[in-house]
């Protein structure tokens, strides 16, 4: 008879909410009553809410996340898992990272096999851009998934419903009991599906800014230091980095639009934050899988590949098996395009000081990039493109920004929210984007 038949589980709520701790065996019966309808919703949410006030002891999130792995199937990488890692980003605006880092890390040696969500609210996700690829199928099963990490070193793959499925239910229950924004229950979320995908590495990329989850470098910190914790605890290498999201990462914001971006990252004529960022989480990664000494040794090799193709190779590899037009890589012209594109003037002349994430997502995702609710299409055409970065100087009635819509209507709407989040001043503060390496 197990823990949770014997207390009952509004005992264990009572008990979390007054400070208390919860055993192993307390918080699987939780979970799995949970999953198997025994325990309803009112109960768990009142769990979580006691979660959210009080926290979680680290014998409390181990349990937890445990629990979640073991609530479905988890994905056997057989020989590979030793050499594999896993990477994951807390999610940005025009966060196009995977594109380029899982084909780039590949080329090295190392290989990627990375599971992804789909994007929700203002920030896009990576199989939302990748299936703006013609023909792209990111829907592969285990047997097919594995395979191709074998053959070319890398897939991305939508993650499956049977694994985790306390993440969905528990992440479904979050977002109307206002719990989604709590450490714990999110270092357990994001962390049982990266134990759950079998890689013995882990790269974090924990954003922080007005664009992410964490608004602050003292949040992004306490989240990383308890994901890192997970990580230990279940024998996995885990690194992560603290990286900047106030403005959206690179200069595309919409699905086409970052994957022609990280072609052209690919190819080595990215912009200078994107490339940045993929370097340095790329150099961890290579030390991860045991391909360099060093994560700096691990850059020069990366910066090596991109400059010689090997890493746009390797992702045009990865598009044809997919079933993807490996032509687009050649020639992204062949990407979907939408009808209209409207630049943004600037009011007046100056210095771009600062581009609000948030602002530039959510005008992105209400031309059709994004979903406001699970059950929305995407356009894949459809987005927005920096003209003029922060630090950058424009004159009056230059382009801050190009809006790609499907209807001048669109377009306008688009152009103003999109004026009104870029500050235009004097001088612009140095953006710093790497905050900080913790393993
Ligand atoms: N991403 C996840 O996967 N889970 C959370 O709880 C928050 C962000």
């Not at 709520?13 to 309803?40: H, N």
């Not at 924004?181 to 994001?190: F, G, K, Q, T, V």
């Not at 990664?285 to 193709?309: D, F, K």
Request: hydrophobic residues 50%; charged residues 25%; glycine residues 10%.
């Amino acid at each position: 008879m197990t823990a949770v038949s014997l207390l009952r589980p509004a005992e264990l709520i009572a008990r979390k909410r007054d400070g208390g701790e919860l055993s192993a065996e307390e918080i699987d019966a939780l979970v799995a009553g949970y999953v198997a309808d025994r325990i309803p919703d009112y109960q768990v949410a009142a769990f979580l809410m006691a979660v959210y006030f009080r926290g979680l002891s680290a014998d409390e999130l181990a349990a937890l996340t445990d629990a979640m792995v073991r609530s479905g199937e988890t994905i056997d990488l057989g020989p590979l898992a030793a050499r594999a890692v896993d990477k994951h980003s807390s999610g940005g605006v025009g966060d196009k990272t995977s594109l380029v880092l899982v084909p780039l890390v590949a080329s090295a040696g190392v290989p990627v096999p990375k599971l992804s969500g789909r994007g929700l609210g203002h920030t896009g996700g990576t199989l939302d851009k990748l299936e703006a690829i013609p023909g792209l199928r990111t829907a592969l099963d285990h047997r097919a998934f594995l395979a191709q990490v074998e053959r070319i070193g890398c897939a991305i793959a939508a993650q499956t419903a049977r694994l985790v499925p306390a993440d969905a239910r528990l992440y479904a229950l979050r977002d109307v009991t206002g719990t989604v924004e709590s450490i714990p229950l999110i270092a357990a979320s994001i962390m049982s599906k990266k134990l759950a995908g079998g890689a013995r590495s882990i790269l974090l990329d924990v954003k922080c800014g007005r664009g992410a989850f964490m608004k602050t470098e003292e949040a992004a910190r306490a989240l990383a230091a308890q994901m890192l914790a997970i990580g230990r605890r279940a024998g996995r290498r885990t690194t992560a980095v603290v990286s900047g999201m106030d403005a959206p990462l690179g200069r595309a914001v919409g699905n086409a639009l970052e994957v022609a971006e990280a072609i052209d990252t690919l190819r080595g004529a990215g912009p200078p934050d994107l490339t940045e960022l993929c370097l340095t989480l790329g150099g961890v990664m290579l030390v991860l899988g045991g391909a360099a000494p060093t994560p700096e040794a691990g850059r020069a090799e990366l910066r090596r590949r991109l400059a010689q193709g090997q890493a746009l190779e390797r992702f045009q590899a990865m598009v044809a098996a997919q079933g993807g037009d490996p032509a687009a890589v050649e020639r992204p012209e062949r990407l979907p395009r939408a009808p209209v594109q409207a630049a943004v003037p600037a009011p007046r002349g100056g210095v771009v000081v600062a581009i609000d994430a948030t602002a530039v997502g959510l005008a992105a995702m209400r031309l059709g990039a994004g979903r406001a609710t699970k059950e929305e299409a995407i356009d894949p055409a459809v987005g927005v493109v920096i003209e003029r970065p922060v630090g950058v100087e424009v004159d009056r009635g230059e382009a801050l920004a190009v809006v790609h819509a499907r209807d001048e209507r669109a377009a306008a709407a688009a152009a103003a929210e999109v004026a009104a989040a870029v500050a235009i001043g004097e001088a612009a503060a140095p953006q710093q984007l790497i905050r900080a390496v913790l393993d």
